[in-house]
Structures are given as C-alpha cells and as structure tokens.
C-alpha cells in the first residue's frame, strides 16, 4: 500500500501552493475533518480579499462621516480642529489593530514594542488634559471629543495589550520583533527593548518641555508622551523591513492611521509654535523636531501604503531589508 501511496503522489500545483499559504496564514490548516484535502478555490480568494476590501473602505467610510459630524458639531471652524481629528486617527488605527488580532487570532506581524510605547503615550497624554487643558483644542471639540478620542485609543491600547499576553501569546513572533535587542535587553529580556526610545523620551521631556499647563508634573507628562509618540513606530517599521513581505490589511491601517494622527499633530503645532515658545526657550523648537522626526520615520511607508491602496487595495507588500541593499 505505502508502495502505491508514493507512485500516485504528485507534486502541488503552484497554484495549489499558493493557495495553502494562503488558506494558512488566516491560522487554518489545508485538511478536511472527513478526510480529503481542502483546498481554496480561486472564487474563495477572491471572495475573501472582496470582503477584507469592502471592511476596510466602510472603515475609512465611517471614520470620515465621524469627523465630518465632529467638525459640524462641535468645532467652531478653527484651525485647533487639527488636534482633535489627529486623536480621531490614532483611535482608529488602534481599533484596527485590535480588530486585525481578534478576526485573526492571531499577533503575527504586530509589534509588541511599538504597542506597549503606544499605551503609554496615550496614558500620559490623557493623564495631562484630563486635569489640565493647556494642551487642548481651542475649539469647542477640546471639550469632550478630544478627550473621549484620547480615552479610546488608550483603551484599544489596552485592549491590544491584553489580547498580545493573555490570549495570542503564543503567534508572537517574538524573534521578528527584534528591535532593541542587545545589551541589558537582548536574549531573554529583548521584550523590553521599547527602553530604548522610552528612557531617552522621558529624560528628554524632563529637561525640555512646554509649560502651558503651569504644572511641572503634567507638562512633562504631556511632553514624555509626544516624544513617545514620534518614534513609538519604529519598532514596527523595523519589523516590517527587517521581514519583508505582505503586510495585512488592518495593520497597514493601523501604522498609516497613526502616522497620519503625527502628520496632523505636526501642522497644528506648527500653527501654534508661538504658544510653545511664549517664554523663549528651546522647548517649541524640540516639540517641532520631534514631530518631524516623527513624519521622516513614516515617510517610507506612506509610499508603499499609497502603491498597496493604488493596486485595489490589497495586502501591503513591503520589500525586506535584504531587497533594499
């Protein structure tokens, strides 16, 4: 019988090939529980992708009438609004993060480094303007919107988190996320390694910050988190580089939409220099830097998030680090 097993076996079709890659990146196997093989149709794959699409143009659909409905409501047509729809995009980048993991169950591709960087810019930055509004939208959307963003996307953080240690553990590809990995973080500790941007930030933000809120401990806090915030991505990007490949779908969403939210931050505090650097000292010019840094380390990506939307709005494909030497 093994005989006759071996003569009959034939090699998968690439196409076949192709389509248990792909059946299995969405965490099933190529088996049927009655014993024949289960492999997806070109009709399937296309179904497939047609729906992620859909799912993800609805998203940006109702993001937009969101804002639309936010800026009619309760903005009072000043530039301030800037700051408010950038909280908005931060929001839904990290719902669809959370939203990629639950569909998928699955950490793959996501960087714990960048998330845990991510909730604690939220966390700092909601801590500042919940006791202290200096750094809040002149407009009237600074009175609840603003904050109820800010508490949303902490809470997606959360949730992100939450979902990354308690209940996907196991997909982390924790030898991918390899940023900071060397030294007192590396081996074991490489889990650790987002200290490398957050210890910088938060001694930076120490000795140079903005005092709009009058208060030593929440104008630093508020500073830590937007130092934070302009490298919180990095991780993520050297993940994406370092591998190489497809990108899925709601993750791409999730990068584009946060450094999009810095985007939007960088031209509303370029508006507003002049109240950070009331006092002449150095702190609007570092708040400046900062998010320039920010929109440098994102500039990459916007390309290929822009030719990945351009196709049809597929899976992102980024080149590996080895393609780019």
Not at 105 to 114: C, E, N, T
Not at 121 to 132: A, P
Not at 311 to 316: A, F, L, S, T
Request: with cysteine; net charge neutral; hydrophobic share 45%.
């Amino acid at each position: 019988m093994y005989a006759t097993y071996t003569t009959t076996y034939e090699q998968p079709t690439t196409q076949q090939s192709y389509n248990n890659n792909f059946y299995e990146s969405k965490g099933h196997t190529n088996s049927s529980n009655f014993g024949g093989s289960s492999i997806m149709s070109n009709d399937s794959i296309k179904t497939i992708k047609a729906t992620t699409r859909t799912v993800g143009i609805g998203a940006w659909m109702l993001l937009g009438t969101v804002v639309l409905g936010a800026y009619h409501m309760c903005s009072d047509g000043d530039f301030s609004f800037l700051m408010t729809l950038s909280s908005m995009c931060s929001a839904f980048g990290m719902i669809m993060l959370c939203l990629q993991v639950a569909t998928s169950q699955s950490f793959a591709g996501i960087s714990l480094k960048s998330l845990q960087l991510q909730a604690g810019t939220f966390f700092f930055r909601f801590l500042s303007t919940l006791f202290h509004d200096g750094y809040l939208p002149l407009d009237s959307s600074g009175d609840f919107i603003y904050r109820f963003a800010e508490f949303s996307a902490l809470a997606a953080a959360c949730g992100g988190l939450y979902m990354a240690y308690a209940k996907f553990n196991r997909t982390y590809e924790k030898e991918k996320d390899s940023f900071g990995n060397f030294g007192p973080t590396g081996g074991d500790r490489s889990i650790y390694g987002a200290v490398w941007l957050a210890a910088p930030a938060l001694l930076l933000a120490l000795f140079v910050h903005p005092s709009l809120n009058n208060s030593l401990w929440s104008d630093v806090a508020w500073t830590f988190a937007l130092y934070t915030d302009a490298v919180a991505v990095a991780p993520q990007l050297f993940m994406f580089f370092k591998s190489g490949g497809s990108v899925a779908k709601y993750t791409s969403h999730y990068v584009f939409a946060l450094g999009f939210g810095r985007v939007l931050q960088l031209g509303f505090w370029a508006f507003s220099y002049h109240e950070l650097s009331h006092d002449g000292g150095f702190a609007g010019m570092f708040v400046m830097l900062a998010q320039l840094v920010g929109a440098v380390l994102m500039a990459d990506y916007f390309y290929y998030y822009a030719k990945s939307q351009q196709k049809g709005g597929g899976d992102m494909i980024l080149p590996s680090a080895a393609d780019m030497v």
